[in-house]
């Protein structure tokens, strides 16, 4: 089955600054890559995803890069705030598939 | 109006009872599902239905037994608890079947056995 790793685990910026997390997946017969984005005690939100037939989607100060080849995709935030930080997860799933498979999550922490 | 909404939030209870977990969803998808979360946050699928079908059941002890009386709720029945339960247990929905849809979660249940 698919298996997707996430780096890194924990992840502290200053604020205003980017940062940029990682996830590389397993199937190449994966084209759905969601970012779940969970604030502290609360639920799990879609922030953005993106489709194996383009290599970048943005919304505003997210933006989410694909490469196929590599089988890797990354989230990068830009100007970070401190609403920012939050665990993230990444996923990966195969169209037509039942199932969904997320990433282990990385802690985003943005210093004041 | 909350999306979908589970209940209780919060569960303490002893190894060896059973408890259960409710959910619904207003709004108006196919499909629910419920996924655990453990202390390092791993976010683990458990259950699936579709339409009340059961379309993805995980390795998952079958102390766990989930039943859909209709599309919009998935409840979540535990037996003889164990200590390795304790967890946040999310249920969640989508508007079709497949693995590229949107998840809307609930706010989460958090499960602590003593």
């Known amino acids: 089955g698919e298996n997707v790793e996430q780096h890194p685990s924990t992840l502290s910026v200053q604020e205003g600054d980017s940062a940029v997390i990682k996830c590389t997946y397993s199937d190449s017969a994966s084209n759905y890559f969601p970012w779940y984005k969970q604030e502290l005690g609360k639920r799990p939100q879609l922030i953005i995803d993106?489709?194996?037939?383009?290599g970048e989607k943005k919304d505003q100060r997210i933006a989410v890069t694909l490469n196929k080849t590599a089988k890797h995709f990354s989230l990068h935030i830009t100007e970070t705030q401190p609403e920012d930080s939050a665990v993230y997860f990444c996923?990966?799933?195969?169209?037509?598939?039942?199932?969904?498979?997320f990433g282990t999550g990385t802690r985003l922490t943005i210093i004041p | 109006d909350t999306a979908v909404s589970q209940t209780p939030k919060y569960l303490v209870t002893q190894m060896g009872n059973d408890k259960s977990i409710k959910c619904e969803q207003n709004l108006g998808h196919d499909t629910m599902y419920w996924y655990k979360q453990d202390s390092k946050k791993f976010l683990k699928i458990m259950f699936s239905?579709?339409?009340?079908?059961?379309?993805i059941n995980e390795t998952v002890p079958n102390r766990f037994s989930p039943k859909s009386p209709d599309k919009a709720h998935l409840n979540l029945h535990i037996n003889s608890l164990e200590l390795g339960d304790s967890a946040v247990y999310f249920c969640?929905?989508?508007?079709?079947?497949?693995?590229?849809?949107?998840?809307?979660f609930g706010s989460g249940t958090q499960l602590s056995v003593l």
């Open positions: 239905y579709n339409n009340k079908e059961l379309i």
């Open positions: 996923a990966a799933s195969i169209y037509g598939n039942e199932k969904l498979t």
């Open positions: 993106i489709r194996s037939n383009v």
């Open positions: 969640a929905s989508s508007q079709g079947r497949g693995a590229n849809e949107k998840l809307f």
